[in-house]
């Protein structure tokens, strides 16, 4: 079903030269962390090399470090990517010595009050206007964030993407960035590769095109583009394939192919998720698209009921169910590739403010925003959950607006001041959120009533708080 060589061979096929981005120093120098700058594809030799070498600066030569300016942007070491219009000044980089450096990650303290809890530090003079996570392994998170500059004569946005815990992967830039202009902005980051949104000097209402690549990748391909006003809704990605949906439906395509194909000419006005070869969906019914781009229905809901909001792993499949009356139910399944395979068991109600983006879902938990400062956890196995928010959210602190990630150790969250100026990347152990809420009564099958037969739908995590 799944071309094995074609995505063990992927990151080798898109990382022969791997791109930099002079980013926001933090401090004389541009080392943020321990350890060499971060590195380019593995598979490349001189990425490799570079990688491997400790370089105080991006721009060091022989007479010693050339000391940038926080946030300055060194055009010397970009190249211009001209696959999407000119005007805006987008930019690639030539070599992975300039990547920026590896994140730095430092206590919450009072700006979210949790014990357990850190939070990206970001570099001098910057500010974040979007961040996102995602699992690129089970145990691996990728995080990615554009990253605007205050420094005098700078008005560049950025995007960044690195592992959590490890290399900075790829840079971004657009040169001539300005508030709704020239727009770079991050939209998808799982299992090894993102996609992006440009906009030209126009802004919403001009032209635009989605982009995207694996994460070890030279530049990034356009996949997607639009004249005014013709804007499609988003595009979401996996290590193999990409998909673009929007008002005119949805196509898909394998990071290898050179034209999309079609899944549906219907409007499709929901977020998928992809599991490397498959795409999923919930609009009323659930579905899934393997690898050929013909969608077949998981479940096919009633005049009575509906589902949304789905996630996967590649482990659970989870959904938000709407049944009579508007009641919200949060469902899971063990990962299923045709109807006769899903097991769904109803988990645990859910407070009708979870809307209808997809379910976080990693390690055996599924995590949904559900309101300003409120996320929910819940632990597939036995329903138990969490419900996550910065104590320090109506003072002066961050506030915890949505899940990005879930790993058996960590959850990513995108974290906010009140008033949505300030922006950051929290990460916080389960053991940090405290003793979960048991739920009135154990998971059961779908469309059995509570306590009529054992939960079988899920399985235990590897690991658990």
């Known amino acids: 079903m799944r071309d094995r060589f ?7 096929f898109f990382a022969a030269a791997p791109f930099v981005v002079m980013a926001c120093s933090d401090g004389a120098t541009s080392t943020g962390a321990p350890g060499p700058l971060g590195s380019g594809s593995a598979s490349a030799p001189e990425a490799s090399a570079s990688a491997s070498a400790a370089a105080p600066s991006a721009s060091a030569s022989a007479s010693g470090p050339v000391v940038q300016a926080a946030c300055a942007l060194d055009e010397s070491v970009h190249v211009d990517y001209d696959d999407f219009g000119k005007e805006c000044g987008f930019v690639v980089p030539k070599s992975p010595s300039a990547l920026p450096p590896r994140n730095n990650w430092e206590p919450c303290g009072a700006a979210i009050g949790l014990p357990g809890c850190k939070k990206l530090k970001l570099r001098q003079g910057a500010s974040l206007s979007r961040v996102i996570a995602g699992a690129k392994r089970p145990d691996v998170v990728e995080i990615g964030y554009v990253e605007e500059c205050a420094a005098p004569g700078q008005k560049h946005a950025q995007l960044v993407i690195s592992e959590a815990d490890g290399p900075t992967l790829a840079a971004f830039a657009s040169k001539a960035h300005e508030p709704g202009k020239c727009d770079v902005d991050i939209l998808s980051l799982w299992q090894g590769a993102y996609t992006a949104k440009l906009t030209d000097e126009s802004g919403a209402s001009g032209a635009g095109a989605f982009v995207g690549a694996p994460t070890q990748t030279s530049k990034p391909k356009v996949l997607f583009s639009w004249e005014p006003g013709k804007a499609e809704l988003g595009a979401v990605t996996s290590d193999v394939r990409w998909v673009v949906y929007g008002p005119s ?29 498959e795409v999923f969906w919930a609009d009323v019914d659930l579905f899934v698209v393997k690898t050929a781009a013909k969608p077949e229905k998981l479940f096919a809901s009633d005049s009575t009921d509906a589902m949304s909001a789905a996630g996967t792993d590649g482990n659970h499949i989870v959904a938000t169910h709407r049944g009579a009356g508007g009641k919200l139910t949060l469902v899971a399944s063990p990962f299923a590739l045709t109807a006769d395979k899903v097991e769904l068991s109803s988990v645990l109600p859910l407070p009708a403010s979870i809307d209808n983006a997809p379910w976080t879902v990693g390690c055996g938990y599924a995590a949904h925003a559900a309101g300003k400062n409120q996320v929910l956890v819940v632990r597939l196995k036995d329903g138990v959950s969490w419900a996550a928010a910065s104590p320090a959210c109506d003072t002066e602190g961050l ?20 008033d949505d100026k300030n922006r950051t990347i929290a990460r916080i152990t389960h053991e940090g959120l405290g003793k979960g809420k048991p739920p009135a009564s154990a998971p059961v099958p779908f469309g059995k009533p509570a306590g009529s037969a054992a939960p079988t739908a899920t399985s235990a995590p590897t690991a658990q708080p």
Do not use: M, Y
């Not at 949505?402 to 995108?414: H, M, R, V, Y």
């Open 6 to 12: 074609q995505r063990t061979a992927l990151p080798l």
């Open 399 to 418: 506030c915890l607006n949505k899940p990005l990630a879930l790993t058996c150790k960590d959850i990513f969250f995108e974290a906010t001041s009140k």
């Open 249 to 277: 439906g949805a196509k898909t395509a394998r990071w290898i192919d050179d034209a999309p194909e079609t899944i549906t000419q219907s409007s499709l006005n929901v977020e998928p998720t992809l599991h490397h070869d």
